[in-house]
């Protein structure tokens, strides 16, 4: 699934570990989940979502969507 993931936190200033302290996560989970090697659980893309202020339409589109 391909995410806005890293440009949020970047805009954010946040690091991967900054992130993952927020969301009571690994490092490694938030770098997985921004390379597209792992898909967020629900709770954790409604998590991500609240901490940007986003929609998870916002932040995650599915590989067929390039828009």
């Known amino acids: 699934m391909k995410n806005r993931l890293r440009v949020l936190r970047a805009e954010n ?3 991967q570990a900054a992130l993952a302290e927020k969301l009571g996560v690994s490092r490694q989970a938030v770098n997985a989940i921004e390379t597209g090697k792992h898909d967020p659980s629900l709770t954790l ?3 991500l979502a609240e901490t940007f202020g986003k929609s998870i339409e916002e932040i995650f589109c ?3 969507q390039n828009n």
């Open 13 to 15: 200033r946040w690091s």
């Open 45 to 47: 893309a409604f998590a």
């Open 62 to 64: 599915p590989k067929e």
